[in-house]
Nanobody, 125 residues
Framework: VQLQASGGGLVLPGGSLRLSCAFS????????MGWFRQAPGKEREFVAA????????HYGGSVKGRFSITKDSAKNTQYLQMNSLNPEDTAVYYC???????????????????WGQGTQVTVSS
């Protein structure tokens, strides 16, 4: 499985940005697609995850209510819509994939064997 993240950039506080994660290779409806982020000097943090087959996405506490996951099945692409961005959201954002994760396992980066290259998001005035 290959993952390609894109869509990062510089945005003003309060602004919005949409990240994309396109995957190729072996596809499976049992995949879980996740997003993590890592700010300078900090550990990687869980952002959001969703089963490719459907169901309610799972969000990290710091982004709940501001970020949302959507997908385009025809393009094998998942999107992370980020609204009401603030400087604390500045980080490199990574998309990741795994198979057959239960809900309680989705926020652990060690459960994801496949990773994209990361895309930088900077929130600054």
């Amino acid at each position: 499985v290959q993952l390609q993240a894109s869509g990062g950039g510089l945005v003003l506080p309060g602004g919005s940005l949409r990240l994309s994660c396109a995957f190729s290779g072996r596809t499976s409806s049992s995949y879980v697609m996740g997003w993590f982020r890592q700010a300078p000097g900090k550990e990687r943090e869980f952002v959001a995850a969703s089963r490719w087959s459907g169901g309610s996405p799972h969000y990290g506490g710091s982004v709940k209510g501001r970020f949302s996951i959507t997908k385009d099945s025809a393009k094998n692409t998942q999107y992370l819509q980020m609204n009401s961005l603030n400087p604390e959201d500045t980080a490199v954002y990574y998309c990741a994939a795994a198979e057959r994760l239960i809900l309680s396992s989705m926020n652990n980066e060690r459960n994801y064997p496949w990773w994209g290259q990361g895309t930088q998001v900077t929130v600054s005035s």
